[in-house]
């Protein structure tokens, strides 16, 4: 196997890890309000609501300075060193990335980034995490 595909792999890998972090993002915070509904007290503990909270302050902090997520910098770095064009990958980068990247205005991923965090932290106060 040369070295080239070795990055491929581990850009693809990057890009799975990318796409993980935004899944707990969007469906932690579902989870959370699901949770509510139905009692769940796993929802309430604090490690996984202040982690939560965490992951979507880096993503605001990121697109309020107009910041490239590492993640995403990460990846291109390992598919211009395996003499990949950037975003035209493996079968796996093709349909991860068709996740994860949209073509829209920055300034829309602030607002909408911004208000999802709102969010978040209204439900750490309608659904309170149990004490550390």
């Not at 993980?20 to 969007?26: A, E, H, K, Q, S």
């Not at 509510?36 to 300075?65: D, E, G, M, T, Y």
């Not at 995403?72 to 770095?77: A, K, Y």
């Not at 068709?98 to 829309?108: N, V």
Request: hydrophobic residues 60%; charged residues 10%.
């Amino acid at each position: 196997m040369d070295a080239s595909m070795l990055f491929l792999w581990a850009a693809d890998a990057i890009l799975l890890l990318h796409v993980l972090f935004v899944g707990f993002v969007v469906l932690g915070m579902l989870l959370v309000f699901i949770g509510k509904l139905r009692s769940w007290s796993w929802v309430r503990n604090p490690w996984f609501r202040l982690s939560h909270l965490i992951a979507i302050a880096i993503v605001v902090a990121q697109s309020w300075f107009g910041l490239i997520c590492p993640l995403t910098t990460i990846e291109m770095s390992l598919r211009t060193r395996a003499g990949d064009n950037v975003y035209s990958g493996s079968f796996i980068a093709h349909w991860l990335e068709s996740i994860l990247y949209y073509q829209l205005s920055p300034w829309i991923y602030v607002i909408c980034y911004t208000s999802f965090a709102i969010l978040v932290v209204v439900s750490w106060f309608w659904i309170r995490p149990r004490e550390f």
